[in-house]
């Protein structure tokens, strides 16, 4: 599974929102450590199966970003788990961050201007990103 939550600029008209986009891989994906490279988005984002839409894709410029690359069958209440540990993990690793939590690796980055704004922009996303997943399975 991938989602990626996004705040996005469009020139035309001058605007700025969030989309969401969630990704499977389908069934049987599971992984003991870090994702595969095969499951990264960079080679494999997967299936589109949703997607939460304020800025209309296309040409738009990016101005942070949350991603999560996790097994299809991650479930809500444990994806949360591992949304509510990435402010602690920000001033330790620095921007842009990338980390993992078996088996869930987590991105996070965002240009200048937002930097001040860190903590709400990351909870922004987070809220994104949860509403696209949606309830979720109840598997692990």
Same mark, same amino acid.
């Given at each position: 599974?991938?989602?990626?939550?996004?705040?996005? *600029?469009?020139?035309?008209p001058?605007?700025?929102?969030?989309?969401?986009f969630?990704?499977?891989?389908g069934?049987?994906?599971?992984?003991a450590?870090?994702?595969?490279?095969?499951?990264?988005?960079?080679?494999?984002?997967?299936?589109?199966?949703?997607?939460?839409i304020?800025?209309?894709?296309?040409?738009?410029?990016?101005?942070?970003y949350?991603?999560?690359?996790?097994?299809?069958?991650?479930?809500?209440d444990h @994806?949360?788990?591992i949304?509510r540990t990435v402010p602690?993990?920000?001033?330790?690793?620095? @921007?842009?961050?990338s980390?993992?939590?078996?088996?869930? @690796?987590?991105?996070?980055n965002?240009?200048?201007?937002? @930097?001040?704004?860190?903590?709400s922009?990351?909870?922004?996303?987070?809220d *994104?990103?949860?509403a696209?997943?949606?309830?979720?399975?109840d598997?692990?």
């Amino acid at each position: 599974m991938y989602i990626s939550a996004q705040r996005v *600029a469009s020139s035309s008209p001058p605007m700025t929102g969030v989309n969401a986009f969630l990704f499977e891989h389908g069934s049987g994906t599971m992984w003991a450590g870090p994702p595969p490279g095969d499951f990264m988005p960079e080679n494999n984002p997967g299936r589109l199966v949703r997607e939460l839409i304020e800025i209309r894709p296309a040409g738009n410029e990016v101005h942070s970003y949350l991603d999560i690359v996790s097994p299809d069958a991650i479930s809500r209440d444990h @994806l949360e788990y591992i949304l509510r540990t990435v402010p602690e993990q920000v001033p330790n690793i620095g @921007l842009p961050m990338s980390f993992v939590t078996v088996p869930v @690796l987590v991105r996070f980055n965002l240009v200048g201007y937002l @930097l001040p704004v860190w903590y709400s922009e990351l909870n922004r996303l987070r809220d *994104a990103a949860l509403a696209v997943f949606g309830p979720g399975l109840d598997v692990y």
